[in-house]
């Protein structure tokens, strides 16, 4: 079948007031159904890699295909940039075509179908893998929400709000996996621009906040560079603050301190050339402006840049629509930052609407494709790993050439690896190189009993040490949340459901957070129990499913104490005084978390 068409990106029209109109319809992307291409280990690969990679696409005719291997040929000279890198492989047949995936907090993925209404299911099978995990149908939401915004929330809930295809352009949905239902939050009148020239979230970023509440950027509000607030504990939306600039096409990165960052988004005709950053910071309830940005990375024809990230030392990483790179260092307050320029991405590719993926290794999984123009569609689409240690991209290697970087996205799995989807039914699994960053293992400081079978953990790094994967003001896949994994004495994998996480922080340091969680049915006794975030896990510990410790007396009551002259008699003297023991105390420790239980 055909490759899927650009996701047509006209200048969306700036009018600060209330009399906005829908922007008139784009062409809706039409995915390919062709198979992506697998890709052999990368490892394998030496200096003619990039002239090999070519090699593996399917024929295509085409100036503008033409033009886009030149593009990459372009970077056939550059100098080899060493570092093992991961691999792609075949994984697993989705019910339908796949666009957004979201992980939610008992393990399983929640995959939309492509700019639908319906959501399938992924569950790993006994063994954690999710290659050869079991498919499901959960229920469909009220409306379509194509390029949404999208965040799992404290509760363990999904939100999805807006579209910039589909018929919920204007519409908020959360889903409850509890009950396996979908419930439509009211927008307050007011809100949203209407009328006019635009109106609706459309293809709205967002970002949790440090309070759990969501923040999310309409491409279309009632007022000038209006945000808006979502709050999970009454499912409410409310107005938030005013961003500096038009945030439209713009990518949010959550910050150490709370704050969240970005690039304000080249809109000659609004004074915004793409280097501006500004930042919101939670305590204030406000933007600020922040340092400016030493290059562009705004494609100038059509708006677009791609995913930024939170680093392993704390410095933050763009990619950007221009091919170029930026890095961001923090203040730690609410300071000016700096930057600097980074590493451009090989071959004079770019990344315009376009997922990556911080690894378990430390390393950014990006997908990039030849810029538009003059190559149409953002197609052809290659893969390259950017080491922050090394500050430099692996070669390229071309991953597929059957759809637009648009209609792709990635997700960050609780086993270290990363799931890819292309609008098709083949999902793919990409497998990263080393060891997972031991900076960004969570540690199990505490686990006690709630009373009514569930269970309180506490740590510090539950959230890990960014956000996962990103895509931008299309998507939003972000991971930062604790999962809890057993295995027990088989090997056998089960995941628990986490719920009511103190934190929704990156980077959280040496701070104690915590997080309630469910237990899996039949698990067994003496499993071991880890914490999983962003695929980076824990040390485990032994668990027992029953150990709030209990004292069963067999003599003489037969199990039932009816009065003191009638419980049990444990003979013996005090060491001291010889005296006769009139009461026993007895502690019992628990092997889960060492702690010890008094029964007087």
């Known amino acids: 079948s055909a490759g899927a068409k650009r996701k047509i990106k006209t200048m969306k029209p700036f009018l600060p007031f209330l009399t906005f109109g829908k922007l008139p319809t784009a062409a809706e992307p039409v995915a390919s159904r062709k198979p992506i291409q697998t890709i052999k280990p990368m490892t394998i690969m030496l200096a003619s890699i990039r002239a090999r990679c070519f090699l593996r696409s399917a024929p295509r005719t085409g100036l503008f295909v033409w033009l886009g291997l030149l593009f990459v040929l372009a970077g056939l000279f550059a100098p080899d940039r060493a570092g093992a890198v991961g691999s792609l492989t075949a994984s697993t047949t989705a019910p339908g075509r796949v666009g957004l995936m979201r992980l939610l907090s008992d393990g399983t993925v929640m995959a939309q179908s492509y700019n639908g209404s319906n959501w399938y299911r992924l569950t790993p099978d006994i063994h954690g893998s999710y290659s050869n995990g079991t498919w499901s149908n959960t229920a469909s939401m009220n409306y379509s929400h194509g390029y949404c915004s999208s965040q799992v929330l404290e509760d363990g809930r999904l939100l999805i709000a807006g579209g910039e295809y589909g018929n919920g352009e204007n519409i908020v949905e959360v889903f409850n996996p509890t009950n396996n239902i979908w419930t439509i939050i009211p927008v307050p009148a007011g809100l949203l621009g209407t009328g006019g020239s635009g109106s609706g979230f459309l293809d709205s970023g967002s970002t949790m906040l440090p309070d759990g509440k969501v923040l999310i950027v309409p491409v279309y509000s009632a007022y000038n560079n209006g945000t808006v607030i979502f709050n999970p504990t009454n499912n409410s939306l409310s107005p938030g603050p005013a961003s500096l600039s038009w945030l439209d096409e713009s990518s949010l990165v959550k910050l150490p301190d709370g704050s969240v960052l970005t690039i304000d988004p080249y809109f000659p005709t609004l004074n915004q050339f ?148 292309d609008a098709s039914t083949d999902i793919h699994v990409y497998q990263p190189d080393g060891s997972p960053l031991t900076a960004g293992m969570p540690v199990i400081t505490g686990i006690s009993a709630n009373g009514d079978g569930s269970f309180h953990l506490t740590g510090t790094g539950l959230n890990g040490i960014s956000e996962g994967a990103a895509f931008g003001d299309d998507n939003q896949m972000g991971s930062n949340y604790p999962l809890v994994r057993f ?114």
């Open 487 to 600: 295995t027990d004495g088989s090997g056998n994998i089960h995941y628990a459901r986490t719920y009511n996480w103190s934190s929704t922080g990156v980077m959280t340091g040496t701070n104690l957070v915590s997080t309630q969680f469910t237990l899996p049915s039949n698990l067994s006794a003496g499993s071991y129990l880890e914490v999983v975030a962003n695929g980076i896990a824990s040390d485990s510990v032994a668990f027992y499913p029953s150990d709030v410790p209990t004292v069963n007396f067999v003599y003489p009551t037969n199990n039932a104490v009816l009065s003191d002259s009638s419980a049990p008699q444990i003979l013996g003297y005090a060491d001291d005084t010889n005296a006769a023991l009139d009461v026993v105390r007895v502690a019992l420790r628990r092997d889960s978390d060492a702690v010890w239980y008094d029964f007087v």
């Open 274 to 421: 793409g280097t501006n950053s500004e930042r919101y910071i939670p305590s204030l309830n406000q933007w600020t402006r922040d340092a400016n940005v030493p290059v562009g990375t705004y494609s100038t024809n059509d708006v677009e840049m791609g995913a930024g990230f939170l680093l392993p030392s704390g410095k933050v990483f763009f990619l950007g629509g221009t091919g170029h790179t930026v890095i961001y260092s923090p203040s730690g307050n609410t300071s000016m930052g700096s930057w600097l320029q980074g590493p451009d991405i090989p071959g004079g590719l770019t990344a315009q609407d376009a997922p990556a993926a911080m690894m378990a290794n430390g390393k950014i999984l990006c997908a990039v494709t030849p810029p538009f123009p003059p190559i149409a569609n953002h197609a052809q689409i290659y893969f390259s790993e950017y080491d922050p240690d090394a500050n430099s991209f692996s070669p390229l290697v071309l991953a597929d050439n059957t759809v637009i970087s648009d209609a792709t996205c990635m997700l960050d799995l609780p086993d270290g690896n990363v799931l890819y989807s």
